[in-house]
């Protein structure tokens, strides 16, 4: 299937919306608006059916936010027509606000899927800095109106509008602080949300700063703008990675965006700037900021313990693989020579005791079956051995097929004796691997610390490797013979 050019959008919405700079208020400029419109919904609704998987249903959230637009835009114009002038509120308002929360939840969808289970960290931010547009219009739109006892319903819906931008940017700020590089797409939908906040902004401050523009038409300039960033969500429909955007991303790690410190620091700021330069003389502006504090001050405190929480875990992960066997999860050799290190330093009577052990057979099973199925026999014997040792017991893997045991129990050559048995005797049992049964062996050194004349740790490793050595020796020479 053909696809249109992403930038092909774009470019005639622009043809389309210059009608409106260059003669605003005219039915000329009305009509191109509208044509242009239409084809930037059908460019969005056309491109859609090219995407394919999971990302597609986030894609049809924008076409049809758009297609919402548009036809509150037709529906304004009939009941004009047909009702006369529809003053400040109309039906048409339903419409054009239902587009905002299609659009934050169309974001936050593509952001799931690029970055699964890690949203939480950008919705905490998005809340924090919504928290404070949210109590600076309440502030400063409808509480004024409130106070003066001139509260309407266009006073709300007034306000709803730059709110609902404030959710664009919200929904577009997480995904592009999400994990992962900002694609192609994502910067068609980042372009189409700052000029909608420029459009949306300049057209409800216009009557209040330029009323004799606003009288005159000149706000229908404007429609140019907005129809360009419309056409910027349809041409991120309609880029040719449009799927690929959404997929998901492998980075462990993301950097801090420089973005986010900054819209942190402006959530934490206003709140105190505009509380010292403006007087709130009523209960309820005063119970308004006491509340709009309480939960910017919880959605920073729980975004500051997840932080801690992460780097605690993070450190944890790297303490443990520092110190154990990725394959095993056993001790490895630098945790098992500290931990000797520390038994030798309190050691009395017989041990410490050390077990040197080497499987019997596992390079003939690696080279008939391959190293998958040695890696299961690996992790089976240290499964084994796990169950085998006692709570003061260590369990290590040093390489290869080379285990150790630094056992604390035996108190004599006898019980050391016996253990060694046990360890022997957890060979006994094949490996059952894709059907086939794996048998395989294990030779076992022993080494205790009382008949080394000043015993260290690499001298007990040392001599415990040179016994398990003799012991496959021996055995292989009984095998020949």
């Known amino acids: ?17 210059s009608v409106s700079v260059f003669w605003p208020g005219t039915d000329a400029a009305h009509l191109a608006y509208l044509v242009g419109f239409t084809v930037v ?39 004009n027509r047909v009702a006369g002038p529809l003053g400040d509120v109309s039906p048409s308002d339903v419409l054009w606000l239902s587009g905002y929360p299609l659009l934050m939840a169309a974001m936050v969808k593509l952001v799931r899927l690029r970055a699964p289970g890690r949203l939480r960290d950008g919705l905490l931010d998005a809340a924090a800095l919504t928290t404070v547009v949210a109590w600076l219009f309440w502030q400063f739109l409808i509480l004024p109106a409130f106070e003066n006892q001139s509260l309407t319903l266009a006073t709300f819906i007034g306000a709803a509008y730059p709110f609902g931008d404030v959710m664009f940017f919200a929904g577009t700020a997480i995904l592009v602080f999400a994990p992962g590089a900002t694609r192609g797409p994502g910067r068609y939908l980042v372009s189409a949300l700052v000029l909608t ?21 000149q706000a229908d300039r404007f429609d140019g703008l907005l129809l360009l960033a419309n056409s910027l969500l349809a041409a991120g429909v309609v880029h040719r990675s449009a799927a690929r955007a ?31 330069l403006h007087s709130f003389g009523t209960l309820v502006s005063r119970v308004s900021l006491l509340v709009s504090i309480m939960m910017l001050t919880t959605f920073i405190l729980v975004r500051f313990v997840f932080v801690v929480r992460e780097q605690e875990r993070m450190k944890a992960a790297l303490a443990h693989q520092a110190e154990h066997d990725p394959l095993t999860g056993l001790a490895n050799r630098a945790a098992l020579h500290a931990q000797l290190e520390l038994e030798l330093f309190r050691a009395a009577g017989f041990g410490p005791v ?28 240290a499964r084994r051995l796990i169950a085998a040792i006692g709570p003061g017991d260590t369990a290590a893997r040093l390489g290869g097929d080379e285990f150790v045991v630094l056992a604390t129990g035996p108190d004599d050559c006898d019980q050391a004796r016996m253990f060694g048995d046990r360890l022997r005797d957890l060979a006994e ?21 009382t008949p080394i004349e000043r ?14 050595y003799a012991e496959k020796t021996a055995r292989k020479r009984a095998a020949a013979a």
């Open 1 to 17: 299937m053909r696809r249109v050019p992403a930038p092909a959008v774009p470019a005639f919405a622009v043809l389309a919306g």
């Open 455 to 468: 015993p260290n740790a690499d001298h007990l490793l040392a001599d415990a490797d040179a016994a398990m």
């Open 354 to 381: 050390v077990f040197y052990m080497d499987l019997n057979g596992f390079k003939q099973i690696n080279d008939r079956y391959g190293h998958a199925a040695g890696d299961v026999i690996l992790v089976e014997f």
């Open 197 to 217: 906040l420029i459009g949306d902004i300049s057209i409800s401050l216009l009557p209040t700063l330029f009323p004799d523009l606003s009288r005159s038409g």
């Open 429 to 449: 049992e094949p490996v059952v691997w894709q059907g086939e049964k794996l048998f395989f062996g294990v030779s076992v050194g022993v080494s205790a610390w």
């Open 41 to 79: 919904v059908a460019s969005a609704w056309y491109g859609l059916r090219s995407i394919t998987g999971p990302s597609r249903g986030a894609y049809r959230l924008i076409a049809v936010a758009l297609t919402v637009w548009l036809a509150g835009d037709v529906l304004y114009d009939v009941l």
């Open 246 to 276: 959404a997929q998901p991303d492998n980075l462990t790690a993301q950097r801090l965006h420089p973005a986010r410190v900054v819209f942190l620091g402006i959530a934490l700021v206003v709140l105190p700037t505009v509380t010292g």
